[in-house]
Nanobody, 114 residues
Framework: QVQLVESGGGLVQAGGSLRLSCAASGRTFSVYSMGWFRQAPGKEREFVAR????????HYADSVKGRFTISRHNAKNTLYLQMNSLKPEDTAVYYCTALGTAYWGQGTQVTVSS
């Protein structure tokens, strides 16, 4: 069993930055590849970024490439998403997940004003 708790969301102006965190507890965090997804109102949940458990290699959705950075600190059991140059279309609830499992956080709201 893994519990995931996101934090760091909020309201920011376009062009601003936020850093999301996802604190994991339960089973060993380091054995999971982790990901961030987001869901905007009226839209389906979409992939944002992922990071491998094996070598911390990363992959991003085209819409966030060059602006967002995913990272992890295994000793702290924490996943991060640094979001820069935010746009109004980044507004969504952001979720972290242990990829390939049913473990999801409850989500944190990010709102970007124009």
């Amino acid at each position: 069993q893994v519990q995931l708790v996101e934090s760091g969301g909020g309201l920011v102006q376009a062009g601003g930055s936020l850093r999301l965190s996802c604190a994991a507890s339960g089973r060993t965090f380091s054995v999971y590849s982790m990901g961030w997804f987001r869901q905007a109102p009226g839209k389906e949940r979409e992939f944002v970024a992922r990071i491998s458990w094996r070598d911390s290699s990363t992959h991003y959705a085209d819409s966030v490439k060059g602006r967002f950075t995913i990272s992890r600190h295994n000793a702290k059991n924490t996943l991060y998403l640094q979001m820069n140059s935010l746009k109004p279309e980044d507004t969504a609830v952001y979720y972290c997940t242990a990829l390939g499992t049913a473990y999801w956080g409850q989500g944190t709201q990010v709102t970007v004003s124009s």
